[in-house]
């Protein structure tokens, strides 16, 4: 088969924004203070009863929302189409979830 260079393209960046999802995990994993959600936002120590679990929570929170977004990076191979359907759908329905995991972890 052969792909144009779009497809190499849209797949680089899927999984360029996948790998970023997946570090801030790692990165959350790695951390001795509770890592925060929101931009600017910070979570006191004293707010966190057990920081390592609450660490390690949310650092699979992020790995996950990163690996299911590199999964959508291959069927670009076949249609970027249902991709970049499958791109928008993850993120706009992904986004509510991360708030609401957050929220739980929190």
Known sequence: MQYGIGVLWFNICIWLCAAIFVVIGVWTLCRKTPMHFWSGSTVSIAEIRDIRRYN??????????????????????????????????????????LVVLYDKIY
């Not at 990163?66 to 249902?82: K, Q």
């Open 56 to 97: 390690r929570a949310n650092g699979r929170m992020w790995i996950l929302f990163g690996v299911g977004m590199a999964l959508i990076g291959f069927p670009g191979f076949w249609s970027i189409a249902a991709a970049g359907v499958c791109v928008f759908i993850y993120t706009l329905g992904g986004i509510p979830v």
